[in-house]
């Protein structure tokens, strides 16, 4: 359908382009939504069902993606396979840490599964998790049980502030949107030597819209948001590991990117981070990293595709 409207558009002269066009939700009928729930259901991503009957993208989300039962945690949808390869590296990363972890705090628990594989680990002395959503407060409850394991359901930015807290050894920043408040009070969190997982949730997703590219540009400092979505969908994510990168130095930390990986819908980031000095810490960023299009630009992110490293859960699956 895309290739077919891009060719038509070329063969009549008219611009294919959505800068400045916003579509309404009039054209979402019954009839609409029924064919549109089996077009999603059968695998057809939500912004293609939003240009096929011409309605507003987030309208079709919200109708698509909201009203499942425990959205963004069920895994129904395409992306599941992702969230089992994040689970993956998660074990592999805990594995080979070199750390030893007593103390863990994950403000985005879900339903458990990362807590479930910390669990394993014999070092393990206390996980703090915190979940808002109630639906998912209740499967988490349903499917942890251990007395390692304290649970709270609310907002987690109050407890970021908490110096009671104290410190930890893990902090797992797995926001479904943005995690960006979180990340100014992450660094009084953590031990002089721990591990932080961060990830680049639905903001990055929806970039391709003009008003996300905005707020990313608020968040980040990233300004070069008028250029092609595939082309900002590649370099976008240096520039907020980047941001990372300058709060940790802010902080008087550095890290190591022990892997990075694009997935489809979030870009996800396994560090192990080191306080040190501030000159030191200094240094480390202007030999990682560069002021650009008003931001803070990673040099080197190795950051593969999904597609590239997907034959990892395949194998693990076979075994």
């Not at 993208?57 to 698509?64: P, Q, R, T």
């Not at 721990?194 to 003009?210: M, P």
Request: aromatic share 14%; charged share 30%; with cysteine.
């Amino acid at each position: 359908m895309i290739y077919k409207l891009l060719k038509y558009c070329k063969s009549k002269g008219i611009p294919f382009t959505q800068k400045e066009r916003s579509e309404s939700s009039k054209n979402w009928t019954e009839q609409v939504k029924n064919c549109a729930v089996e077009l999603f259901e059968s695998g057809l991503p939500a912004w293609k069902i939003a240009t096929t009957f011409r309605v507003d993208f987030e309208h079709v989300e919200k109708e698509l993606f909201l009203k499942r039962n425990h959205y963004g945690h069920d895994k129904k949808n395409p992306f599941g396979i992702n969230t089992d390869h994040k689970q993956l590296v998660n074990e592999e990363y805990i594995e080979n840490s070199n750390i030893q972890i007593k103390r863990v705090f994950e403000p985005y628990a879900g339903e458990g599964r990362f807590t479930k594989i910390l669990l394993t680990c014999s070092t393990i002395k206390e996980i703090i998790c915190i979940e808002s959503n109630k639906e998912t407060a209740d499967v988490f409850r349903s499917s942890v049980r251990d007395k390692r394991v304290k649970f709270i359901e609310d907002d987690n930015l109050t407890y970021f502030q908490d110096k009671s807290l104290g410190k930890f050894d893990l902090i797992d920043l797995d926001p479904f949107i943005t995690c960006n408040e979180q990340l100014k009070y992450v660094w009084d969190r953590l031990n002089n030597k721990s591990l932080l997982c961060v990830t680049f949730g639905g903001e990055y997703r929806r970039s391709f819209i003009s008003t996300n590219r905005k707020s990313i540009s608020n968040r980040y400092g990233f300004t070069n948001f008028e250029i092609p979505n595939k082309d900002y969908l590649e370099i976008v994510p240096s520039y907020f590991i980047g941001y990372v990168a300058k709060m940790a130095v802010e902080n008087n930390f550095y890290f190591d990117i022990v892997r990075a990986v694009r997935y489809a819908n979030n870009c996800r980031f396994w560090l192990r981070t080191t306080k040190s000095n501030s000159i030191y810490c200094t240094n480390w960023l202007s030999s990682v990293a560069r002021v650009e299009d008003g931001g803070t630009l990673f040099k080197s992110l190795q950051m593969p595709r999904f597609k590239e490293v997907r034959s990892e859960i395949d194998n693990a699956r076979l075994l």
